[in-house]
């Protein structure tokens, strides 16, 4: 009787053993899939910021395109360039750190715009 409850002992002793690394297991494949997943949505968003820029959108409205492979993303990309006005040429910023320009009319008071209308508005 002795050794048969040594025995059953011994068998719960494994069964619980064997629970513990199965939950263990349990656990890493879940990290595992956890893992992939952030994997998968990073490569994602690379492939919509790569198609964006690819298509002259805009990089902001790169997570807008929708599509789970590059021919998809293209399509969408396609479609939302329609919408998307060219930007138009026009006076380019100044580089950071140089001087406002002399007669910057948003800085003035309307004494002062009226009194540099001459070099504001040149007659020719």
Same mark, same amino acid.
């Given at each position: 009787?002795?050794?048969?409850?040594?025995? +059953?002992? @011994?068998?719960?002793?494994?069964?619980?053993?064997?629970?513990?690394?199965?939950?263990? @297991?349990?656990?890493?494949?879940?990290?595992?899939?956890?893992?992939?997943?952030?994997? %998968?949505?990073? @490569?994602? %968003?690379?492939?919509? *910021?790569?198609?964006?820029?690819?298509?002259?959108?805009?990089?902001? *409205?790169? $997570?807008?395109?929708?599509?789970?492979?590059?021919? $998809?993303?293209?399509?969408?990309?396609? +479609?939302?360039?329609?919408?998307?006005?060219?930007?138009?040429?026009?006076?380019?910023?100044?580089?950071?750190?140089?001087?406002?320009?002399? *007669?910057?009319?948003?800085?003035?008071?309307?004494?002062?715009?009226? @009194?540099?209308?001459? +070099? *504001?508005?040149?007659?020719?």
């Amino acid at each position: 009787m002795l050794e048969r409850n040594d025995l +059953k002992t @011994q068998l719960d002793a494994a069964l619980a053993k064997v629970t513990e690394i199965a939950n263990k @297991q349990a656990g890493f494949e879940k990290t595992i899939n956890d893992r992939a997943a952030e994997r %998968d949505a990073a @490569q994602l %968003d690379a492939l919509r *910021l790569r198609v964006a820029g690819a298509s002259g959108l805009p990089l902001d *409205l790169a $997570e807008r395109l929708s599509g789970k492979s590059e021919e $998809e993303l293209k399509a969408d990309a396609a +479609k939302l360039a329609a919408f998307v006005k060219p930007p138009t040429p026009g006076v380019p910023p100044a580089p950071p750190g140089a001087p406002p320009p002399a *007669l910057d009319v948003t800085r003035m008071t309307p004494d002062e715009i009226r @009194q540099n209308a001459a +070099k *504001l508005w040149p007659r020719k």
